[in-house]
């Protein structure tokens, strides 16, 4: 057999991992494998169906309770990360990037194409993952990034720079702005062969990770504090009724997004395109996020959801 392949192997590596709630390096040290043994473990013992939980925090019920009503009322697979008393929305922020980092961790599989959108989440959660190779991933870059200083393009070099690094990948980048002064121009552009080249990529994405945006986060969005939107787009968008954008794509409180004016200037994957990709990583953390995201999985983007307690029970109260 190979390590970590026996049922009782696979089990106690799950206990540590969903029952202590211990991470995958110590559970490494713990049973002398490598993370990247403990996260096929961790798969395996989901697919064997061992994996119970056991040991449960006092607050397990009342966060397992919102795990299954999102679930249930948006059809996603939903992981709800406890908060912890005291903690403000950076704490939280941190707490729902290691646990995406994990997720994300655990969908990885060699040779697929990951598509990443960029963003402070994305960014955060992109600081927690560790370092593994994944023979012949392909990274691309579902936004563009370029706004009217330049500097939105080092920003996301950084980004998608540290992907590479973790996990041995080819990056794609998509050097477009993230809106275009006209629409012409981007219907200009999105005829050039380099950037037929990179949509190409996108869409042969068969993950992708993301996060929502939203006006007046308290963890600000990347895009909204960045010198991205003049005053006349925010105008427009409140025009529109715009609650926030996924992938720099404009949406309203029903999901909708065609018909908002900004959309036909913006560079980023829209829910029509998003939803091809077989699997869709959305996570999110800030109780005023909680109406973009209740947009975004109305427009049916993700599959997967890593979201913490407070944003959670901010998604369920809207009305």
Known sequence: MTPGSRPDDLFEAARMYYGEGRTMEAIAGELDVSRSTVSRMLRDARDAGLVQITLRPPDAHRVEELRRRIAHKYGV????VPARAGDG?????????DAGA????????????????????????LGSVQARPVPGLRVVQLNGAINTEGSGLTYVWTVLARA???????????????????????????RERSVQ?????????????????????EVPSHVYTNNYLTADDLTSLRADSAVGDVCTVFLRADGSFRDIAMNARGSGTDPSRLSRIAHR?????????????????????????VIDEVTAASLLSLR
């Open 77 to 80: 697979r939903t992981r709800v």
């Open 89 to 97: 929305e950076h704490e939280r922020l941190q707490a729902v990037a």
């Open 102 to 125: 994990d997720v994300l961790d655990e969908m990885l599989e060699p040779g697929m194409t990951l598509g990443i959108a960029w963003g402070t989440t994305i960014a955060t959660l």
């Open 164 to 190: 590479a690094m973790l996990w041995d990948a080819t990056v794609h980048h998509f050097p477009v702005p993230a809106f275009f002064d006209y629409a012409a121009t981007r219907e200009a552009m999105w």
């Open 197 to 217: 080249k990179v949509l190409e990529t996108q869409r042969q994405s068969t993950l992708a990770v993301f996060s929502v945006g939203a006006f007046d986060a």
């Open 281 to 305: 990583l959305l996570v999110v953390s800030g109780s005023r996020k909680a109406l973009p995201l209740r947009a975004a999985l109305r427009a049916g983007v993700a599959t997967d959801v």
